[in-house]
């Protein structure tokens, strides 16, 4: 029986968190920081998760026998390989390891290196200033300027002008993101795809492939964010398509990180483009993407304590999983208006309950905190982040999946709530 930590307080981590108590593995589940939808599933604990000894000492203190991490920072800052030296098992690659995600140019010039298919690129460190505005004044358009190092989603730029690839470039060299240079990259046409698997830094298993929806507005417009909705499993992935990733990108990854000496143990995340037989990688994350994992676990089947405490002993035990996808889900992501610029926060929420009325809906916490009391001395739940809620559904069809989201969605409300209305429509 695995006694678990969780490290993080998105939506990610409430799927996270539910699959976790879910399953006949898991004896105990604690969260750190957690937030009030995990507080529903888990025993939430304020630990810094900077401070590597604390969290070492909290699971030594507590018999925790497995820890699950969920977002880019604290591992991409080594919380994995702090652990690991105190003899604590974790799902979560270590921080050489992630830098299949925390740096854009160690990840192509790894996929370069193991020729993993992905669009042509240049990366340009810090001091190239110069070199990087001739090469996105004098590139093919569309062009890509990617901030090489960790930006929330939001460090990408397609640019459909050079005028708008300089402005990018000058944007990212002025510090918009920190200091770590640019990658600048082809255009890849075609649908893209999120696959994730589960690694034990030798062998892996592929879960339901998922499509995110990354700008901010309806039919793909707007500002780029950390995801607006998703949906599983995406046609798009055909057994074929899988079949090609597994074969050109996850293995070639998976055997090349052992044999440079960083065994790649958690969630491996490949953000794809698909364009009819081809199949180029847009992007690594070394961890589960949000809002996908809303859907992807929704569909899931499995013994999820069990899979991720076998993958982070080095043996991932397949047999955990029953069924990777059983029916179809759909996820909407609530945001506050402004997002992903400046939003208000602490405004109150409404209908969850009333959402959730459906048994097969799930209202899952992004950015929400409990608010001041009021005059019941109760304190009501308000919104306390750029993605607030996602609201994912699970039906026999992608379309009553997407009909059922859609309906829990109406029934909240709070004063700067947006959403995108047509997620999954391009598989419909
Ligand atoms: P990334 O953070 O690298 O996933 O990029 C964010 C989003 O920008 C992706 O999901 C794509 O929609 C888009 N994008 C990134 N790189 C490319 C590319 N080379 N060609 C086309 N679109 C891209
Ligand atoms: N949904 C994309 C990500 O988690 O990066």
């Not at 009030?36 to 699971?59: M, Q, Y």
Request: charged fraction near 25%; aromatic fraction near 6%; charge should be negative.
């Amino acid at each position: 029986m695995e006694r678990i930590l969780l490290i993080g307080s998105g939506g990610r981590e409430h799927a996270l968190a539910k699959a976790l108590v879910a399953s006949s593995s898991c004896e105990k589940l604690w969260a750190t920081p957690g937030n009030p939808g995990i507080e529903r599933e888990a025993e939430c604990v304020a630990l810094n998760i900077a401070d590597h000894d604390a969290v070492a000492r909290f699971c030594m203190k507590n018999d925790v026998t497995l820890v699950v991490i969920g977002p880019e920072q604290p591992l991409s800052e080594g919380l994995a390989d702090s652990l690991r030296e105190e003899n604590i098992d974790v799902f979560g690659p270590d921080k050489a390891a992630a830098q299949l995600e925390s740096s854009k140019g160690f990840s192509k010039d790894f996929m370069a290196r193991h020729h993993i298919p992905t669009a042509l690129f240049k990366r340009f460190a810090n001091t190239q200033r110069t070199a990087a505005v001739d090469y996105a004044r004098n590139h093919a358009v569309p062009v890509v300027i990617k901030y090489d190092g960790l930006a929330a989603g939001k460090g990408v730029v397609v640019a459909t002008t050079n005028a708008e690839a300089v402005i990018a470039v000058n944007e990212m060299f002025d510090g918009a993101f920190g200091t770590d240079g640019v990658v600048i990259e082809d255009f890849l046409v075609g649908h893209e795809a999120s696959v994730f698997a589960i690694c034990d830094g030798r062998d892996y298993v592929t879960l339901a492939p998922a499509q995110d929806h990354k700008r901010i507005g309806d039919g793909d417009t707007g500002k780029n964010t950390g995801g607006m909705g998703a949906y599983a499993p995406a046609p798009v992935v055909t057994a074929d398509i899988m079949e090609t990733i597994r074969a050109r990108v996850i293995k070639p990854v998976i055997d090349g990180m052992r044999e440079e000496g960083s065994p790649f143990i958690g969630c491996l995340f490949c953000g794809l483009m698909i364009d009819g037989d081809d199949v180029h990688v847009v992007e690594f994350n070394a961890r589960f993407g949000d809002p996908e994992t809303q859907s992807v676990l929704g569909v899931l089947d499995a013994d999820v304590a069990k899979l991720f405490a076998s993958a982070a002993r080095g043996s991932i035990d397949a047999s955990a999983i029953r069924s990777t996808a059983i029916g179809h889900a759909c996820t909407v992501v609530l945001a506050s208006f402004g997002y992903p610029d400046a939003y208000e926060k602490g405004l109150v929420i409404n209908g969850i309950d009333d959402a959730e009325q459906d048994p097969h809906v799930t209202v899952f916490h992004a950015g929400t905190a409990r608010g001041a009391s009021d005059h019941a001395g109760e304190q009501p739940l308000v919104t306390n982040g750029g993605r607030v809620l996602g609201v994912t559904a699970i039906a026999d069809t992608l379309k009553n999946a997407v009909e059922r989201a859609y309906d829990a969605t109406a029934k909240i409300s709070y004063a700067t709530k947006i959403h995108r209305t047509d997620i999954a429509a391009k598989a419909l």
